[in-house]
Structures are given as structure tokens and as C-alpha cells.
């Protein structure tokens, strides 16, 4: 979990157990990436869909629209990135994303997973994921520890219990009302996870999730006293560093300009590091170019990176941990909780406190171990000050952060009408008025923004001749702040409920994203799951029309004839899929776009056989 060489990717946490599907998932986040939204169900499937070789937009969209009403995503309200592209995907997943805000004016920071899969037995398995990485694009050092179910006769785990409580809380704190698949998804989860054990790392014989937040109180976890300490934290404050365990060593490990926030002076007697500048630096995108898009706490300072915040930085350390030796015993508190009063006194955290023997689990092991040796990629750094220097940025980020809260606690609505050309008009309003933080422009993401942005003081705005395809809850704000002869600039996206759109909206987007006959044929070959039916053939084999110069798929329908039956005889949901793809696809004459008269015959038979068996 801590060693520098061991890069685990997210994804590859998602990925099922051998022979199982996800069933539910639900997720919390401070912030939120709608690209990495979408591709969070593509993990999910990825042992039915890598494993044909299939990693085409079509996989993205037959991935999403199977496993959205499954996963449910609580994020803080006012935190969703903006994104560098619009894509039409996210209209089948607009239902996942659950905007949430805490009282006390805390923050809705914790980064947690829990996730349900099943067998075509009937068996469960269900796992854990405690991070300290948002879902986002951010190219940060995080940590992220793995939980799976225990067997039976496993001695080292951890009580879902209190996992299963956390999440079983959340929808509390949502905005609006959870829709009704997501709210039965995350109840039916809570209720199964109260009955499971976790097995523990190797290297620790007792865990405790801590949900820290959800009650009023202070919920501060460190002893009085430690033999030797570590901290890792991207954000501190005096007080925090006040309250550490008294300790003849301690390490803090955080980032330049916090530590120089801080002075060193409050620091006196600790011993503070920063990452390396190698390890900080970017790894290259191979495409050359940053794909991020803009951070919802995006802020620009002077000559700043506008894709750089104080309050969320994009690289470098974004990992907070805490670690302790007293005795023979060491302890571990992993997650997203940063060494700082707001984490364990307002905002919503989860972070999981582990417990082994120090020669394995220790300060010493986590730092100067062979196999860890996370001081290889640390050096000493020494702040600039005595005192510490001002905090006013991050103030005018906090006065923004804020303000975009209250815009999406504000009932913000989108109201669609319809026009006899077949677009639409759209006007936004607000059941309740927000004082105005600086200058501020709004767009439905859909829409560009170098033609679409308005500038906004509150009160209605309108965009006109909207397509059906891009009308989407959700909308763009970016707001400048001058203060102090300094400039700082947030965008996010709120979620606006939608009033008046087409209730075939949906189905509208799915037939602009399935273009042609082979788009069909490779969809239906993601949906039935069969290795005989081979979507590299059908979009690699086509002949030229006579007289048209067009190629076209070569299709046998006995191709097809194969992998439905075994579908139907397998008893799984392949052929409910494609009956509901079908459905979705029909126009209003029940025509469904690029199937041939011979594919809609065979399917009419085998869907027959099917119902006729039931």
C-alpha cells in the first residue's frame, strides 16, 4: 500500500472476482470527474469485456448503461469538475451522481468504496476500498487500501458493520432524494455488508473503519503519547500539530508550501520532509497533452496554473496517513483524513485504523524498510519562515468554495421548453437567492462555452435552440474573485433538476452513439458475451456495395444464431440486454435503426423461445 514502486491503479480494484459481475456499488468522494465516472463501470466489467480484446466507445457506453443504475456516487455539492469535452455518455449516468453537503460548515471529504459482486450460483462477495484519492483524473501519490470478504476460518478482519453504517447514513446528507433504484441499491448494500468480515493485510491482526463526521463531536483517534510518529498530509494547521502524540521522534511528511504556511517555529522538534521533485513531476499523458480538464477548486493566482489549487491540488502528495509506534505495537490510520482540526471536528472523513506488530507495521518499516522505503522518495525540507506565511489565497478559495455550495444547495432548476423546430429553449432559475462572490458565468456543460457562456448575478438565464442530445442537468459556473489586488478563479459543475425534457431524452443520445450497422453488431456482441461471436470480424469484415462505394459488414445471421442460443440456454441476462437495447433503440414505428430484416426474424424466434420457457 505504501511502497513507492507499487503502482495500484483504481481500476484495477474494481475488477470482479473471477466468474462473478458487480451487482452494487456504492461510492463516496470529496470531489468528482464525470470522465472517470464513466470509466469506473468500464473496470467494473472488465473481466467480461478486456478479455475479447474490445476497449472501443462502444464498450464505454454498453458498460455504462448495464451497471449506472447499480453504482451510486455521493460527492460533495459544489465539487464536480468542469469537463475539458462534453460527452453524451454521461446522460445514462447523471442518475449515479448524488450531490451532498455536511452541516457545520464542514466538508464531504471521505473517499470510500463498497462494492457488491455475484456468481451465477447465487454467491456474494463483497469488498472494500479506503482511499485518499477522490475520483478524479488528478495525477497525486494517494493511498488506497483493499478489503475483500474474509473465508470463514480467517482470524484477521476487520467488522463491516461500521462500513455498512457509513454508507447506510449517507443518503441523510443528499441534496435531493435519491432515486428509487439507487436508494434500494445502497440500502439492500448497507443491509448485506453488516454481515461480512474483511480480511486484514499481512502485517496486521486487528482494523476498525472509522467514519468520523456523521455524529457531532470531536473524534480524534492518536494516543496522548507515542514512542515514534509519522505523518503524511498534504494539509495541516497549528492546532493539529498542537495535538500530535508527545514524541522524541517525530516525522511530518507534507507539501512545500504547507509546511511554509505553517513556519517553522510550530515545528519545532519535528522532522519534516517533502516528496522529491522527481517524484512530484508529471508522468507524460501519451498523447502529449493534459486530458484533466479543469479541478472544482481550480484556482488561478497571477501567472498561476489555472489547473492548480491550494485546496486540491492535481500532483505531488495527496496520501494522509498517520502512524505510530507504542511498544511492541504499531497502529496505522489510513484514508482521507488530513492532519488537520476540520478533518476530525466538521467534515465527513473515512479512514480505517490498523494495528500489527511494530517489526512489520512500524514507523520504521513504513519509512527505512527495503521493500518500502518511502524515505527513498523524501527529502528535508526546512520552511522559509519562522511564523509561517499568510493563508489569504486559500481563504479566497474557501469564500468560493462556499459560494458554490450554497449556488447548488439553492434548488436550481432547468426548465425545458419545446419549440416546432424540434429544439428546445431552456431557462434556469434558483428557488433561493445567494449573495454574489465576484463575477460569475454559467453554462450547461453540453454546451461550448465560447458560445454558450452567460454571465450570471442571479436571476434567470436562457439559451435557445438547444438539441435534444445536449439538454443535461447538469451546469458549468466559473466564478472570478478580486480581492486585494490578487485574482482567484473557481469553476464546478451543480446538478440543476431538469423540468420539461423529452422522456425519450435517452434513448434520443443512445441512437446518435449507435451510427451504423456494425456499431449494432459490436454492441450486440458486448451484450451477449460470447467468445464465438468475435466484434474484431464483424468490424474488420465488410464489402463494397455494388454502385455505392460504401462498405458494409459481411453478416451471416447463423453468426449470430450460435451465441444467442447459448445466451438463452446460460439463463444469464444477455438476452435481456439485448431486448432492452432493442427497445431503447426502436423509433416510434418500432423500427429499430440498422437491423436487417434477417437479424429482427432470427431474434423475434429466440426471444419467443425464451418467454415461451419462463
Not at 472488465?46 to 448503461?65: K, N, Q, Y
Not at 451465477?120 to 469488498?127: F, Q, W
Not at 474483511?198 to 514512542?227: K, M, S, T
Not at 514524541?247 to 522538534?269: K, Q
Amino acid at each position: 500500500m505504501l511502497s513507492p514502486d507499487d503502482r495500484h491503479v483504481l481500476t484495477d480494484a474494481l475488477n470482479p472476482p473471477s466468474g462473478m459481475r458487480l451487482d452494487a456499488a456504492a461510492v463516496s468522494t470529496y470531489s468528482l470527474d464525470l470522465t472517470s465516472l464513466l470509466m469506473a463501470p468500464l473496470a467494473m466489467a472488465a473481466h467480461e469485456i478486456t478479455s475479447s480484446g474490445v476497449t472501443d466507445p462502444l464498450a464505454l457506453l454498453e458498460a455504462v448503461r448495464r451497471y449506472a443504475d447499480r453504482t451510486t456516487v455521493f460527492c460533495q455539492a459544489g465539487a464536480i469538475h468542469v469537463p475539458p469535452e462534453y460527452q453524451r455518455l454521461v446522460t445514462f449516468a447523471e442518475r449515479c451522481v448524488v450531490e451532498v453537503a455536511t452541516a457545520d460548515e464542514g466538508t464531504f471529504h471521505p473517499k470510500v468504496w463498497l462494492l457488491r459482486f455475484a456468481g451465477a450460483d447465487g454467491s456474494e462477495h463483497h469488498r472494500t476500498l479506503v482511499l485518499s484519492r477522490n475520483l478524479t483524473r488528478d495525477q497525486s501519490w494517494d493511498t488506497i487500501l483493499q478489503l475483500d470478504e474474509a473465508a470463514e476460518d480467517t482470524q484477521r478482519v476487520l467488522d463491516g458493520e461500521k462500513v455498512a453504517q457509513f454508507f447506510g447514513r449517507l443518503p441523510q446528507l443528499a441534496l435531493r432524494p435519491l432515486p428509487g433504484v439507487h436508494g434500494d441499491s445502497v440500502a439492500s448494500l448497507a443491509a448485506s455488508a453488516r454481515m461480512v468480515r474483511f480480511e486484514l493485510p499481512a502485517g496486521f491482526h486487528d482494523g476498525e473503519f472509522l467514519g468520523i463526521g456523521l455524529d457531532p463531536g470531536d473524534r480524534w483517534p492518536l494516543p496522548e503519547v507515542a514512542d515514534r510518529l509519522l505523518v503524511v498530509s498534504p494539509f495541516l494547521d497549528r492546532t493539529t500539530i498542537d495535538r500530535l502524540p508527545d514524541s522524541n521522534d517525530t516525522v511530518v511528511v507534507s507539501r512545500a508550501e504547507t509546511l511554509d504556511r505553517i513556519g517553522r517555529t510550530a515545528l519545532e522538534g519535528i522532522s519534516t520532509f517533502v516528496l522529491q521533485a522527481p517524484a512530484e513531476s508529471d508522468e507524460a499523458d501519451p498523447n502529449g497533452t493534459d486530458q484533466r480538464g479543469q479541478n472544482a477548486s481550480s484556482a488561478s493566482r497571477g501567472t498561476a496554473d489555472s489547473a492548480s489549487s491550494l485546496l486540491e491540488p492535481t500532483r505531488g502528495l495527496h496520501a494522509k496517513l498517520f502512524a505510530w509506534d507504542s511498544g511492541h505495537e504499531s497502529h496505522l490510520l489510513t484514508g482521507s483524513a488530513n492532519a488537520t482540526s476540520a478533518a476530525f471536528r466538521r467534515n465527513v472523513e473515512a479512514s480505517v485504523l490498523l494495528s500489527g506488530r511494530r517489526a512489520q507495521a512500524g514507523v520504521e518499516a513504513i519509512l527505512d524498510d527495503p521493500s518500502l522505503g518511502l524515505r527513498r522518495v523524501l527529502q528535508e525540507y526546512v520552511p522559509t519562515t519562522d511564523d509561517g506565511t499568510s493563508d489569504e489565497d486559500m481563504r479566497a478559495e474557501r469564500d468560493l468554495e462556499a459560494f458554490h455550495l450554497a449556488l447548488a444547495e439553492a434548488g436550481a432548476t432547468l426548465h425545458v421548453t419545446g419549440r416546432d423546430d424540434g429544439y428546445h429553449d431552456l431557462q434556469l432559475t434558483l428557488d433561493a437567492a445567494v449573495p454574489s462572490v465576484g463575477e460569475t458565468a454559467i453554462r450547461p456543460i453540453s454546451l461550448p462555452a465560447r458560445v454558450h457562456r452567460r454571465s450570471w448575478a442571479g436571476g434567470p438565464v436562457t439559451w435557445a435552440e438547444v438539441d435534444t442530445k445536449d439538454l443535461t442537468p447538469f451546469v458549468a459556473i466559473e466564478t472570478t474573485l478580486e480581492r486585494d489586488g490578487r485574482t482567484t478563479v473557481r469553476s464546478c459543475v451543480i446538478t440543476a433538476n431538469l423540468v420539461g425534457a423529452p422522456e425519450t431524452r435517452a434513448r434520443t443520445v443512445l441512437r446518435s452513439l449507435v451510427e451504423n450497422e456494425r456499431d449494432l453488431l459490436r454492441l450486440l456482441a458486448l451484450l451477449l458475451q460470447d467468445p464465438s461471436f468475435d466484434p474484431g470480424f464483424l468490424a474488420s469484415s465488410s464489402t463494397e456495395s455494388e454502385g455505392t462505394g460504401e462498405r458494409r459488414p459481411i453478416f451471416d445471421d447463423l453468426v449470430l444464431l450460435e451465441p444467442l442460443v447459448r445466451a438463452a440456454a446460460r439463463g444469464d441476462d444477455g438476452l435481456d440486454r439485448v431486448a432492452r437495447l432493442f427497445e431503447d433503440l426502436s423509433d416510434e414505428d418500432n423500427h429499430v435503426p440498422y437491423l436487417t430484416d434477417e437479424i429482427a426474424t432470427l431474434w423475434k424466434t429466440v426471444w419467443a423461445a425464451k418467454k415461451a420457457s419462463a
